[in-house]
């Protein structure tokens, strides 16, 4: 680590702990400490200084990135605060190294989800998250009609969130399913378009996000190849991080 101050959120991302926004949470509830001080949110720390979060001593920035792609199943919380749920991302993969999830995929929904412990290349990705193709198998409740891909392809304007979703590429692949790709991440978005439209979501599966397909079984993760990685710092731009992959793996259980 160079000798010039780092802000703390900053800090815990470099050191692979977690996302700067989640790094801000952890701030914020008083949860992270520096020389045993707890500290203000925005303060910065001397080489010198000891970091710890809920009593764990925060070691400097590594090397060795992971970089995950996993299959969620329904009912995980993509969560990394494993005190407070049971059934946590975390837990259920079990990965030897901490790491967190890049965003989120809610808990009655499956699918792709990515992982990682470099905190900057999920900064990058969240920050370009809404430029960026995520792609979803979604099956509803009753059939589904022109008008509801219509509507769902223009952009709906969602009360509670304040905003209109933007305009988008709905397929209809059979009588109660259609194919959806969102250049954005409002919460609950696809739910949430489809109960305006008077539709009640039965199953959504994320199949893609960016350049990285599903292509492995429920409940099981893989690395990224070099390929994929490669393409995903491309569309991320200035990323210039390498790995190199390990072979698949089932979580522990």
Sequence with gaps: M???????????????????READRLIDAGRVTINDSVPEMGTKVAPNDVVKVDGETINAKHNDFVYLA????????????????KDNIIDFINYPQRIFPIGRLDKPSEGLILLTNDGDIVNKILRASNNHEKEYIVTVNKPISQTFIQRMSSGIYLEELGQRTKKCNVTKIDRFTFKII??????????????????????????????????IPVG???????KEFSELSDLIKDSKKTFQPRQNRKPKR
């Excluded at 160079?2 to 700067?20: H, I």
């Excluded at 609950?188 to 397909?213: A, D, G, P, T, W």
């Design 2 to 20: 160079s000798n010039k101050l780092t802000r703390l959120n900053k800090y815990l991302s470099e050191a692979g702990y977690c996302s700067r």
């Design 70 to 85: 996993f299959n969620k199943p329904v009912g995980i919380v993509c969560t990394t605060d494993t005190r407070v749920e």
């Design 182 to 215: 969102l250049t954005q991440g409002l919460n609950r978005q696809i739910r949430r378009m489809c109960e305006y439209l008077n539709y009640e979501v039965e199953s959504l599966k994320r199949i893609r996000i960016m350049n990285i397909e599903l292509d």
């Design 220 to 226: 099981t993760y893989r690395e990224l190849t070099p």
